[in-house]
């Protein structure tokens, strides 16, 4: 698997599970993606599918090629994007080992962003939508796909859809997204995050991260990558109370602009 922009920590997902998928959808030269065929649909001229220099390598996304998407104020709310059947992401099954889906946006607006998967004879999982939270710079986002697991949609998967904006428009808006993962992925230092710094370790009740820039967002994670909690502070210090956590080891991922780092700590 080709991972970008960080070491792989955990991964719950690997070729060795029989999957003929492929992944992550990063769009550089020697990964999945760039050489796609990706339609657009619904969005009155049908302006083709981008793929770009990363217009802002910051934060959480310093990869260098991401997807451009064009919505145009004309289009419909569903305006998106899919890839080819048969051909592309491949063919698999959705599994507790694949159903968390995640994806980076960057994005003018607040909008929903949809994702769904199809099979050879349309089957459709339906869409997830999960709507963006920050504006103007790199946020990920995260989908829950076990509640479809063992629907006939989520057998033979042969393609992925794409609903960058998935509202009605007051004007055109550009979005960008990147490194669509499936599976628990986490990265030790990411890019450096000089400034950060976090105590007690081990902790007993409150365990604090301080940033010389505001923490964007804070994920937690068990030992076994599965996600626990997420937040957005926004502001350079957060305490996470841990008085209702079993004793054992944790993972946080905090991103802040200067990019994302985890940092793995123990609960007395």
């Not at 004879?121 to 709507?131: D, H, L, N």
């Amino acid at each position: 698997m080709i991972m970008k922009n960080f070491t792989c920590l955990v991964i719950l997902l690997s070729s060795a599970l029989g999957f003929s998928q492929n992944y992550p959808i990063n769009f550089e030269e020697s990964g999945f993606g760039a050489d796609w065929t990706w339609t657009v649909f619904e969005n009155e001229t049908n302006p083709p599918l981008e793929i770009i220099a990363n217009p802002d390598p910051s934060g959480i996304n310093t990869s260098s090629t991401v997807a451009k998407f064009t919505a145009l104020q004309a289009g419909m709310p569903f305006a998106g994007v899919e890839s080819m059947h048969g051909s592309d992401i491949g063919t698999f099954n959705l599994t507790a080992e694949n159903a968390i889906v995640r994806i980076k946006v960057w994005k003018s607006v607040i909008s929903d962003v949809g994702i769904k998967f199809a099979t050879p004879a349309g089957a459709s999982t339906g869409e997830i939508k999960v709507p963006n939270t920050l504006i103007d710079q790199w946020e990920e986002l995260t989908f829950d796909f076990t509640g479809v697991i063992d629907e006939p949609s989520s057998t033979g998967i042969d393609q992925i859809i794409i609903f960058p904006d998935f509202a009605a428009r007051t004007s055109d808006n550009i979005i960008y997204w990147d490194d669509i993962q499936f599976g628990e992925t986490l990265g030790l230092g990411d890019s450096p995050m000089n400034s950060l710094i976090s105590y007690p370790n081990p902790v007993s009740s409150a365990w604090n991260v301080q940033c010389d820039e505001p923490i964007v967002s804070l994920t937690l994670f068990n030992i076994l990558g599965q996600e626990l909690f997420k937040t957005y502070p926004n502001q350079n210090f957060y305490s996470l109370n841990t008085n209702s956590f079993q004793s054992g080891i944790y993972l946080a991922r905090i991103a802040s602009k200067q990019g994302s780092k985890v940092i793995k700590f123990i609960k007395n």
